[in-house]
């Protein structure tokens, strides 16, 4: 599968998963894949747009996207976004009050999941590993490699 193929299938695939377990958890939280815009600060400066973005308080949603830290934001890594998910968003989460974050590389076939309310050290998980949300007590589960098949 081409690289903006795996790229697709993952934001489309993680969206739907988180979305049903939202749904069928009766969680009081929204899943929104980009395009959708991301304010991370009250100075307008750090707009950001995640592949994937998790709002549980919904009086951060505006019409122009989410005013505020989201619960839980995916990035899919790319050639091109390699340094940007890696470093510069890792930093900015982490500051502007992310709760977690999971970056999701296709090339290396692993996630990285940061919960940066423990300030916990970042797990790595190969993609035939479950992967939860610590957002959601570890009831959200999915197996990357299943999503991809």
Not at 5 to 28: F, N
Not at 85 to 111: C, F, H, M, Q
């Amino acid at each position: 599968m081409a690289n903006i193929g795996v790229y697709q299938k993952l934001v489309s695939e993680l969206t739907q998963a988180i979305g049903s377990y939202i749904k069928s958890a009766d969680r009081d939280c929204e899943v929104y894949p980009a395009p959708f815009a991301v304010n991370l600060d009250a100075e307008d400066k750090d707009w950001v747009e995640p592949d994937i973005s998790v709002i549980c308080d919904k009086s951060k949603l505006t019409e122009r996207g989410c005013s505020g830290a989201p619960d839980l934001i995916v990035e899919i890594v790319s050639p091109s976004s390699r340094k940007m998910d890696y470093i510069r968003k890792t930093n900015l989460y982490l500051d502007s009050g992310v709760r977690e974050y999971w970056i999701v590389d296709p090339a290396k076939g692993y996630t990285i999941k940061y919960y940066f309310e423990d300030d916990d050290a970042p797990v790595i998980l190969p993609f035939n590993e479950i992967l939860t949300a610590q957002i959601y007590q570890n009831q959200l589960s999915v197996c990357i490699a299943d999503l991809l098949k």
